[in-house]
């Protein structure tokens, strides 16, 4: 990464943060604007072939009706981000259950349990729902150099959609716990041992199999202009194309080694440049380790060149043993994007990087978030559902919902926010019912 880095410093609610506009490549100007994501709520999808939806990490879907309000017990964590396909959500446990429930009533129509954990987004495609399955166990090979993520069985799975009987089954190196995408007929699937594999989605067939260099953890891949498939990994930290038709990479993007989480981050994109974060070492301080100190980065790619534009230093904080990124949300020409490191959510301009606003919220931020009628809606570790206005980071509306909500994103179906816990519970909540509560 080059050396040369610009500092300001901005006082955000008390407390003094440090922001980097950092990397001197070409930036995109006023006439290369990152594209307007749309807005207005899809109809009730009769599929869902990437992770949350879109590569702007935004589910919003019209539902007519009155707004859904319910709550399931899976009794075991959720790190999958739920799919809603025909009014059915389909959500995975960190146990290896995975569930489809009536998105109206909360009614579990079914559940098929698994040999592995399941914590991808679920995707679901001619009828069949997909699932990564595996868990985050990692061995080391090489000390930070080169592990392999994933322990036990791991591998994809097919369910049909319908009764959850299972259809087919493809078996993993590496852990199935990346969101796979599917794009011109194809399944393709970075996973916990730096293979990226394409498979026919009606039955699994491998349609081609190629080895990246880079371990997925909790990323997703996600299609994006000219071809390409973007996925990111780790040992080493790298952002990475591979064409879809092929398998073969287009281009890769080197992070510091010292750094961490970028196996964690799903990247957001526009179709023109992708967005995510990391954690890197603070100066003169450690490579980054679960319980040492580390500084959250933010960084945009150019699609086409795979070279970086830049790179922002936000807060500082603790490193956690798992999850060590958040989610980005690209929407009304803003990158929304939390901390899993220190209780903030940040508004940034993709085109430059500069910080438009900061949000000092109860909890780490890891999971995405959901924008509809200029809200911002997403949950924290401290266990509260927050509803902020896109434009200022003005507080709408905050409910304790009493909770733990770490990387199992929400989705806007009608009038209602659904979204999984880190406690194992999986609710539909009416938006208003967040915009009137106060539980500051």
Known sequence: MPNRRLRHMTAIAGLTLIVGAAWTTAQPGASQTVASIQERPVTMPSSWTQFRLNDAHNPVIDSPGTAAAWRVETHGQISSSPAVVNGVVYVGTNGGTLFAIDAATGAIRWKYVAHNGMKSNPLVYGGVVIVGVGNADSTTIAARRKVRVGSGSSGILALDARTGRARWYYALTGTGQPTATIVDGKLIHHDGSGMIVALDPRNGRQLYSHYVGAVASMVAAIPVDGG?????????????????????????????????????????????????????????????????????????????????????????????????SAIPLLYRERLFVGSAVAPYLHAIDPRTGKVLWTRRVHGPVKGGMVAHDGIVYFGD???????????????????????????????IVGGSLIIGSNTGRIAAIPLSSIHWSQDV
């Open 228 to 324: 390409l498939v973007v996925s990111t990994g780790i040992f080493p930290n790298r952002v990475l194309a591979v064409r879809n038709k092929t398998g073969q990479v287009a281009w890769t993007w080197e992070l510091p080694a010292a750094s961490s989480g970028v196996g964690d981050c799903p990247p957001a994109s526009d179709g023109r440049w992708v967005f995510c974060d990391y954690l890197a070492p603070v100066a003169s301080g450690p490579p980054v380790d679960p319980g040492v100190t580390a500084e959250e980065h933010v960084y945009a790619i150019d699609t086409r060149t795979g070279k970086g534009t830049w790179d922002v230093a936000l807060e500082q904080g603790i490193v956690p043993p798992r999850n060590e």
């Open 381 to 411: 570790l401290q266990g509260y559902l927050w509803a902020l206005d896109a434009g200022s980071g003005r507080l709408i509306g905050v409910r304790n919902a009493k909770t733990s909500f770490n990387v199992g994103s929400p989705v």
